[in-house]
């Protein structure tokens, strides 16, 4: 029976056709027994996650989610679910053969599934990882309320995001994000929990306390709770009615739990026994659904006959697997297209842009007052708050407060705690909430407050960067992470002084901005946040207000693109090649030598401008190239073994880096100056030892 924290109206809801439930049961068995037996045995599949004993609750959910914006976000035991919505056998072979005809063509694991709407539902990429479906769904869900309740949209009522899961993953920091935003905001989520009693091998009671997060959840505030059978046919669907009713109507938050039994081990080939007993085994055995869902058929159905469904399913499989064995592997070359969205966008999902276009051919404007970069990067915002009306700015503190560096200061007063908002502190909730959103066609500026405080977001970060790659380009999340980075004027430390640029440029599939100047922050952010790529924005905490990054504002469409160093001083005898805060010390080191020094200010990272170092070092024939980041592993390592391999012979002596030594950023300010930032002094001498080299 269900129990539930309070009773949801039941709304009008078309009755349910419950041979096509039992068709597509059939089908997702028949699907799993033919990997099992067949196609893993033969080395044809080599993950195989079968689904039996979580058939019948997925599909009727399926099958309710028709909406034109509903969304959800699945997980590895999912594929009951897919074939409900609208994927075919043939694709589902497809994807566990990692050949074309699948969903990602080959590139990800076969059952981390994506699809845009073909019943109505859109299926967000899924993760690979446990528990990082939550919080995109949870971003979808307040995309939802932000299109019923700011843009005035009809099309978005009765809306919903659905995140399905395992017991298992809520002990992951993905369900407690996204279950603090759905909650705190009421939003219309549904968090849908198959509850088989096990983590692979680790039994419930160890993922939460008493193995029961239903009765653990009884006093969390905003959330429905039903919990009951997920394996019998008519409390299952009215339970799923129930839940999926509440959230339509606008009440907020629920979650499901129904108890599944999982009748096979994690993946293929693994031995229950290790951990199960006999009677559990049997137990499980006599929960089946498929045995469950052949009886009522049979009660039920008039004239019904199970054994000619399942022989004209086994025939459909049969045709379907052909059809997938026929499809050829992915064309060679081909794993290096969709890192990035297009010039022209063409992603399914969003299925719309409603960005402004960039215009990178805008000579910047010249005069006027210079002001500081932390003012140019509000006024960016500003500006494009006003063009794009899908544009939201969210993080910790940047409301009232306006950001703890006051780089969002009056934006909320300005344009409303729909538009700019405070978030819960979770950093992984607030980029896989951004990557929600993105996906619903918003335009989500997320703050993470320093470098360091991002870790915890690590996941998302590398999702995010990997989506259009690993959907084959059918779904792009533009999302712009606002970073501060660096060491302060007044003190460093090991917590917010870091750099660590480097990690971003290593993590796929994210464009890296890291400008040194107002004018260069406003041309990069604007062109990130016009475009359809994640970007992280890097901005030194020592630039903010300062007078090195001062320039005049350079106008409201000026926008630069990514992947194009600025030549700062031509030269002919070294090439010193820089960004960030530390272009301004590597300026002020080569005053001394005139034009014997090029400067470079890389200005991006992903991509870099690698053409116009070489061709500056086949120039000069020495390089030196100056960071913040550690030095090993800095993005200096990419550049200098870009030069060894590409421009070695124009070289009259040896690349050279000037970096932070391989440590963390001591608090006391005389350490941080004289044992570990480089300073203009060490840059001189570098500079000065390689013309006389």
Not at 420 to 431: K, R, W
């Amino acid at each position: 029976m269900a129990k539930t924290k309070s009773k949801t109206k039941q709304t009008d809801k078309a009755p349910v056709d419950w041979q096509a439930v039992g068709r597509l049961l059939l089908t997702s068995r028949t699907i799993d027994e033919i990997e099992e037996q067949e196609l893993a045995p033969a080395g044809k599949v080599t993950y195989q996650f079968s689904s039996k004993g979580h058939e019948l609750s997925q599909i009727l959910l399926g099958l309710q989610l028709t909406g034109a914006h509903d969304a959800a976000t699945v997980y590895y035991r999912s594929r009951p679910f897919m074939l409900a919505a609208g994927l075919r056998p043939s694709e589902a072979f497809a994807a566990d053969m990692a050949v074309t005809g699948s969903p990602s063509e080959g590139r990800d694991v076969g059952v981390v599934y994506s699809m845009p709407p073909r019943k109505g539902v859109t299926v967000l990429p899924s993760s690979g990882d446990v528990g990082a479906q939550y919080t995109p769904a949870a971003g979808w869900a307040q995309a939802i309320t932000y299109y019923q309740k700011e843009l005035k949209d009809k099309a978005w009522k009765g809306a919903l995001a659905v995140a399905l899961g395992g017991d298992g993953s809520v002990a992951t920091n993905g369900f407690w994000a996204a279950l603090t935003i759905a909650t705190t905001l009421e939003l219309p989520m549904l968090f849908f929990i198959e509850d088989n009693g096990y983590g692979i091998s680790v039994p419930r009671q160890f993922q939460t306390p008493g193995g029961d997060i239903a009765e653990n959840l009884q006093s969390f505030k905003n959330l429905n709770i039903i919990t009951g059978s997920g394996t019998t046919p008519g409390e299952t669907d009215a339970l799923i009615a129930e839940a999926v009713n509440y959230v339509r109507a606008g009440n907020g938050a629920a979650l499901l739990r129904l108890r599944v039994p999982r009748l096979n081990g994690h993946t293929f080939g693994e031995d229950q026994t290790a951990y199960k007993s006999k009677q559990l085994l049997e137990d499980e055995l006599a929960q089946d659904p498929l045995v469950a869902m052949r009886n009522y058929l049979q009660e039920h159905e008039k004239g019904f006959d199970w054994d000619v469904l399942a022989a004209e399913v086994e025939s459909e499989v049969r045709d379907q697997l052909a059809e997938a064995e026929a499809q050829a592997g992915p064309a060679s070359g081909s794993a290096q297209k969709h890192l990035f969205a297009g010039a022209e966008y063409r992603a399914q999902v969003p299925p719309a842009s409603q960005r402004p276009a960039i215009k990178t051919d805008l000579e910047p404007v010249a005069d006027g007052p210079r002001i500081n970069m932390s003012e140019a990067i509000r006024r960016t915002m500003e500006v494009e708050l006003e063009a794009n009306s899908h544009l939201l700015v969210f993080g910790e503190d940047v409301g009232p407060r306006g950001g703890v560096h006051r780089v969002t200061l009056d934006l909320q007063s300005k344009y409303g705690e729909r538009r700019v908002f405070d978030t819960s502190l979770s950093e992984e909730g607030i980029i896989g909430r951004a990557v929600g959103l993105a996906l619903a066609g918003l335009t989500p500026l997320p703050e993470i407050q320093f470098r360091k405080y991002a870790d915890p977001a690590t996941e998302q970060i590398n999702d995010m960067g990997w989506l259009h790659w690993r959907t084959a380009g059918k779904f792009a999340a533009g999302v712009v992470v606002r970073i501060p980075v660096g060491y302060s004027k007044k003190t460093g430390d090991p917590w917010h002084s870091v750099s660590a640029e480097a990690i971003y440029a290593h993590s796929l599939g994210l464009q890296v901005a890291m400008p040194s100047n107002a004018a260069d922050a406003v041309g990069l952010l604007r062109s990130a946040l016009r475009g359809h790529n994640p970007t992280i924005f890097l901005e030194h905490r020592a630039l903010y207000d300062t007078p090195p990054g001062r320039r005049p504002y350079p106008g409201d469409d000026y926008a630069l693109p990514f992947g194009q160093a600025a030549l700062m001083q031509p030269g002919d005898q070294l090439t010193l090649v820089s960004w960030g805060e530390m272009l301004h010390r590597a300026i002020e080191a080569a005053e001394p030598f005139g034009d014997a020094v090029e400067i470079l200010d890389l200005r991006t990272m992903i991509p870099w401008d690698k053409a116009a170092v070489l061709a500056s070092v086949r120039k000069t024939g020495r390089c030196l190239i100056a960071h913040e980041d550690a030095l090993t592993g800095g993005f200096g390592a990419e550049i200098s073994a870009s030069i060894a391999q590409e421009a070695f012979t124009s070289l009259d002596a040896p690349v050279r880096r000037v970096a932070v030594p391989d440590t963390p950023i001591p608090y006391n300010i005389a350490l941080m100056n004289f044992d570990v930032l480089p300073s203009v002094e060490r840059l001189r001498t570098e500079i000065e030892s390689l013309l006389n080299w």
